[in-house]
T-cell receptor, first 111, second 112 residues
Framework: LAKTTQPISMDSYEGQEVNITCSHN???????ITWYQQFPSQGPRFIIQ???TKVTNEVASLFIPADRKSSTLSLPRVSLSDTAVYYC????????????FGSGTRLQVQP | KAGVTQTPRYLIKTRGQQVTLSCSPI?????VSWYQQTPGQGLQFLFE???????NKGNFPGRFSGRQFSNSRSEMNVSTLELGDSALYLC???????????FGPGTRLTVL
C-alpha cells in the first residue's frame, strides 16, 4: 500500500490561498491521487483526483510533478467553512481497493 | 442523484451485543466499502464488496463481517461488541472498484 505523509496541521486566514502537500514516495504506476475533505462526525467528501500534471475543478487544484512522488492540493481564497481535515489518498497497486487514509491535515481558517 | 445513505445514524449498544449497520449506495454504484474511524487509529479500511462478493478485507477480527445484496445495498455486522468498537462507521460507494469513492454520513456506534 502506498503510504502518504502530510503535515498534521495548518493555519490560514480567510481569503488566502492554501497549499497542502502530500508525499507518496512509493506511488505505483497505476495509482491515482485523491483528496478528501472531512468535517467532524461526517463522512469524507471527495474534492479532486488526478494522475499527473495539473487538475482543476470548481473548488480546488491539484498539482502533481513529473515523478509523482508528491502532490499539492491548492485551495484558492479559503473561507471559515474550509476548516476541516484534508486527506491525501493514493490508490494501491494491483487493482486492490484496500486503500488506507493517512492521518490527514487539519486546516484551521481564521477570520 | 441521492448520495450514500447509512442507517441508523446513531446507535448505542452494550458489550457482548451484536449490531448490524446498513448502507445504500448511490444509484448505479455497485461497489461498497466500509471503514472504521476512531480518534486514535484514524480511518481504517474494513472490507469492500462488488457484485455481492467480498473483494478485499482489512486487518480486522472475524467479529466484523459484511455482505452485499443483489441491489448493491450492503450491511456490516459486528458480533460480541467490545468497548473499542466505538467508532464512526463509514460506507463508501463507487461505480466499480478502483473508481472514485463517495462516502455516506456514517453511523456513530457507542459501546457501553
Amino acid at each position: 500500500l502506498a503510504k502518504t505523509t502530510q503535515p498534521i496541521s495548518m493555519d490560514s486566514y480567510e481569503g488566502q490561498e492554501v497549499n497542502i502537500t502530500c508525499s507518496h514516495n512509493n506511488i505505483a504506476t497505476n495509482d491515482y491521487i485523491t483528496w478528501y475533505q472531512q468535517f467532524p462526525s461526517q463522512g469524507p467528501r471527495f474534492i479532486i483526483q488526478g494522475y499527473k500534471t495539473k487538475v482543476t475543478n470548481e473548488v480546488a487544484s491539484l498539482f502533481i510533478p513529473a515523478d509523482r512522488k508528491s502532490s499539492t492540493l491548492s485551495l484558492p481564497r479559503v473561507s471559515l467553512s474550509d476548516t476541516a481535515v484534508y486527506y491525501c489518498l493514493v490508490g494501491d497497486q494491483g487493482g486492490r481497493r484496500a486503500l488506507t487514509f493517512g492521518s490527514g491535515t487539519r486546516l484551521q481558517v481564521q477570520p | 442523484k441521492a448520495g450514500v445513505t447509512q442507517t441508523p445514524r446513531y446507535l448505542i449498544k452494550t458489550r457482548g451485543q451484536q449490531v448490524t449497520l446498513s448502507c445504500s449506495p448511490i444509484s448505479g454504484h455497485r461497489s461498497v466499502s466500509w471503514y472504521q474511524q476512531t480518534p486514535g487509529q484514524g480511518l481504517q479500511f474494513l472490507f469492500e464488496y462488488f457484485s455481492e462478493t467480498q473483494r478485499n478485507k482489512g486487518n480486522f477480527p472475524g467479529r466484523f463481517s459484511g455482505r452485499q445484496f443483489s441491489n448493491s445495498r450492503s450491511e456490516m455486522n459486528v458480533s460480541t461488541l467490545e468497548l473499542g468498537d466505538s467508532a464512526l462507521y463509514l460506507c463508501a460507494s463507487s461505480r466499480i472498484p478502483q473508481d472514485t469513492q463517495y462516502f455516506g454520513p456514517g453511523t456513530r456506534l457507542t459501546v457501553l
